[in-house]
């Protein structure tokens, strides 16, 4: 697949999303974007900003990632991750909450990183990074504060951002951008960017580190494809589903022809 049928494979896909898509593929040769700047829902996509400032604050010792921190019931919420199934009497260091918060998504431990971090960085270090159309602007399920109008966005373009940040960016030390992206690799919700892609969890083989995200009516994900030595950025974002499934399928779709077309 050369890179104008990548390109129209992935508008055709695109124009098949029952909803809204915002789309960003940067590659080698090129870029792809549709609506790439529009703002969208974030879902659990902010956690990878999140991921960012909480590194950042710890390469400059203001967070120690190995201090252990209880995990009080009162303050679990529910959703994606495991902490609000686990007992009582619980600590985790900072590094193990941000492992929980990409792996599994878990939004208890991501809640207690935005109380660590203050929400405010983020909201800095997007600003910082160009990314305009990123906002933190409640902790997760937190739905008095969306009922006030307070809610999380982000753009396709602003993804392809921040994990262009976590490679080869100025905002992480190496030893930070390699804890950061082998969190990202060890995804556990593959149901969309790699579903089609065959052996592509082997570290010999093709390598995708990712974020997805995921609310009634929105499905994004958002990732580094590495393949024979070629990378790519993807970032696929859909909202205003009339059915989730359909958009997880596109999205899969997008991802396998991404990896067909590093791999040609």
Do not use: W
Not at 3 to 32: C, H, M, P, W, Y
Not at 145 to 166: C, H, P, Q, V, Y
């Amino acid at each position: 697949m050369n890179f104008n049928q990548l390109e129209a494979t992935i508008r055709q896909a695109a124009s098949s999303v029952e909803g809204k898509a915002g789309i960003a593929v940067d590659t080698a040769e090129g870029q792809i974007h549709i609506h790439a700047d529009e703002p969208f829902p974030s879902a659990s996509l902010i956690k990878i900003p999140i991921l960012l400032e909480a590194y950042r604050q710890a390469q400059e010792g203001r967070l120690d990632l190995h201090q252990p921190y209880a995990v009080p019931s009162g303050e679990r919420v529910g959703g994606t991750g495991v902490i609000h199934q686990l007992s009582g009497a619980l600590r985790l260091s900072l590094q193990d909450l941000m492992a929980l918060m990409i792996i599994v998504s878990d939004n208890t431990a991501t809640n207690m990183i935005i109380d660590l971090i203050g929400m405010g960085t983020v909201n800095k270090l997007s600003d910082g990074l160009g990314c305009g159309a990123t906002v933190l602007g409640r902790k997760m399920l937190d739905f008095q504060a969306k009922r006030n109008g307070k809610d999380n966005f982000t753009s396709a373009r602003d993804m392809i951002i921040f994990l262009k940040e976590i490679v080869d960016g100025s905002t992480l030390k190496q030893e930070a951008k390699d804890a950061a992206l082998q969190l990202l690799r060890n995804q556990q919700f593959n149901a969309k960017l790699p579903a089609r892609i065959i052996g592509g969890f082997s570290l010999d083989k093709p390598v995708l580190a990712h974020k997805t995200g995921e609310l009634p009516g929105t499905e994004h994900d958002a990732g580094i494809l590495q393949v024979n030595g070629k990378t790519a950025y993807i970032a696929v974002l859909t909202t205003d589903l009339v059915d989730n499934l359909p958009a997880q399928q596109v999205i899969s779709t997008i991802g396998k022809a991404v990896f067909d077309y590093l791999n040609e």
